[in-house]
């Protein structure tokens, strides 16, 4: 498990004193007021900033860095991933997960390995997971309690229950 998390994405800049707003990758916004200090990261990239001040407005977070003091300094983080230690993420509640988690666990059927998860994401209806199997095909896999067991990350696998969803 990785000890840092992308817990929000930079979006547009928000009035003339270099705020921007935070769109939040879990929903949960709660979290995102507290922080003090980031980590925001694009490629290669790694900008370590403190936090001036955090407020809600209209269903957003907005964020004051220290040092970003303009409009046009402000643009330049859009679209960079805020990073936070993991203990400062979304609280998950259960049958929740981060996705860094889920990403190389393996899928089990009936305790026989057939693939490993390379990727999450959401159809808009629930979430799915892109799966490489062993022959080196991808499949997409609904991550619903329909077609999902348990899953074990101290075990590193994914317990799929129907065996025709893998074709």
Request: aromatic share 6%; charged share 30%; with cysteine.
């Amino acid at each position: 498990m990785t000890d840092e998390l992308a817990v929000a994405i930079v979006g547009a800049r928000f009035g003339v004193r270099g705020e921007v707003k935070l769109r939040s990758l879990s929903e949960e916004v709660e979290h995102l007021l507290k922080l003090e200090s980031v980590t925001l990261c694009k490629g290669s990239v790694r900008k370590p900033y403190c936090i001036s001040s955090a407020r809600r407005h209209a269903g957003d977070v907005l964020v004051l860095f220290e040092g970003v003091e303009s409009p046009e300094e402000a643009r330049l983080l859009t679209g960079y991933e805020v990073r936070v230690p993991r203990e400062q993420a979304a609280p998950l509640r259960k049958g929740e997960y981060y996705i860094t988690d889920l990403i190389g666990l393996r899928l089990v059927l009936e305790s026989e390995v057939v693939g490993t998860v390379k990727s999450l994401w959401n159809s808009g209806a629930h979430d799915m997971i892109d799966v490489e199997k062993l022959d080196g095909s991808m499949i997409v896999v609904p991550f619903i309690d329909r077609y999902i067991g348990r899953v074990d990350l101290e075990a590193n696998s994914i317990e799929v229950l129907v065996d025709w969803i893998l074709e």
